[in-house]
């Protein structure tokens, strides 16, 4: 593995300037003399932002795979979400937005080098280009990959995996209870859940962050904040759980909070635009808000299909977020980039 650490970096001399100028042309820090000397059947490369360059890739000879974990080569931010709603005003075509609106870190100065990096689009940046596949983690960030250029066909969806929960002690009080897990800030939108929360719904929240006293000030008696709990504690306490609300606003990555709710047998409550809402509907595995719903029905709709819905979140876990269907998929995925190189080299196209 070639790996460089922002935290074990940052100190040095003119860090930020090298970082940002990397950043802005791609030139930088190269892998590819330590992967010379391992000599990789496939590169598999996960995040060079900041710390590598990346038109290395360009000449690199051999199969390569990229995944993009969030969306930080179509938005400075890496969220396509400003003040309040989501915002693709750069790869539509506003390549300029985030300096002007400051996306990056709340500094217009900060921005200019994603800016720069940017301004051809995703499909002209050199590891995306070059990639034989690039990895998405959810149908929704594969669609918006391609409308911004990316060829279909060298997009794979490959989802990541969760361990299925340990078992957990738990009531049949606390099966009663509704569960929200992430940070609360605004994106998330959990303060606009809290202040319309239903007083009979109790409603447990793990997490911190910025909006911590809002939300206390807006919940209902019926609310519990549990504040942050680590990841192996979320995971064994899930099945006491009676379902999982994700009220978030934004696109989304591939939040993992959604499979390990399936892995728990935990009905879905999503509102409409993230990545885990459309999962939801492809999946059957809970209910998507409509805009005009009230919160109070479509809870006492979501406790009647309870019992069906753990069911059915448990085979869609298996089916697509267990280890074994991630391993699976996987090495489909190197066998296809390999063979993708082959045709490049025989052809002498980078198609």
């Known amino acids: 593995m070639v790996e460089a650490h922002t935290d074990g970096q940052q100190d040095r001399p003119l860090y930020t300037a090298r970082a940002g100028l990397s950043v802005a042309t791609g030139r930088g820090r190269s892998p590819a003399a330590v992967l010379r000397r391992l000599r990789p059947d496939v590169v598999h490369v996960h995040n060079l932002f900041p710390n590598f360059g990346r038109t290395w890739a360009s000449s690199w000879d051999g199969p390569l795979v990229a995944t993009v974990h969030n969306y930080r080569p179509l938005c400075a931010a890496a969220t ?34 994603l800016a720069l990096a940017g301004r051809q689009g ?18 929704q960030s594969r669609e918006l990959y391609a409308r911004a250029g990316l060829p279909a066909d060298r997009l794979a969806l490959v989802p990541n995996f969760v361990s299925s929960p340990g078992a957990c002690d738990h009531t049949a009080e606390d099966r009663t209870r509704w569960v929200y897990v992430g940070r609360l800030s605004p994106e998330k939108g959990i303060l606009e859940l809290l202040s319309s929360w239903p007083q009979s719904e ?29 990841r192996h504690e979320v995971r064994r306490r899930l099945p006491s759980w009676g ?25 879905v ?14 999946h059957g595995t809970g209910l998507v808000m409509q805009p005009d719903a009230q919160l109070a029905s479509a809870l006492a709709e979501a406790r009647l299909a309870v019992t069906t819905l753990r069911q059915r979140c448990r085979e869609v876990y298996e089916a697509e977020y267990s280890e074994p269907r ?9 066998q296809d980039a390999a063979e993708h190189w082959a045709m490049r080299r025989r052809t002498g196209t980078g198609a």
């Open 80 to 113: 396509l979400y400003r003040e309040g709603a989501v915002c693709t005003r750069c790869p539509d075509g506003d390549r300029w937005a985030g300096v002007r609106h400051s996306c990056y870190r709340g500094s217009s100065l900060a921005t200019l080098p």
């Open 122 to 139: 995703a499909a002209a940046d050199p590891l995306l280009r070059r990639a034989d596949r690039v990895v998405v983690l959810s149908q």
């Open 202 to 230: 109790p409603l447990d929240v793990v997490g911190e962050g910025d909006l911590l006293q809002a939300c206390r000030q807006a919940a209902p008696p019926s609310v519990r904040f549990l504040g942050a709990l680590e």
């Open 243 to 267: 379902g999982l609300v994700f009220p978030s606003r934004c696109f989304e990555g591939a939040p993992l909070v959604y499979p390990e709710a399936l892995a728990a047998g935990l009905p």
């Open 269 to 282: 409550l999503a509102w409409p635009g993230s990545s885990v809402s459309q999962a939801v509907r492809e």
């Open 326 to 334: 991630w391993l699976h998929r996987m090495l489909r995925l190197y």
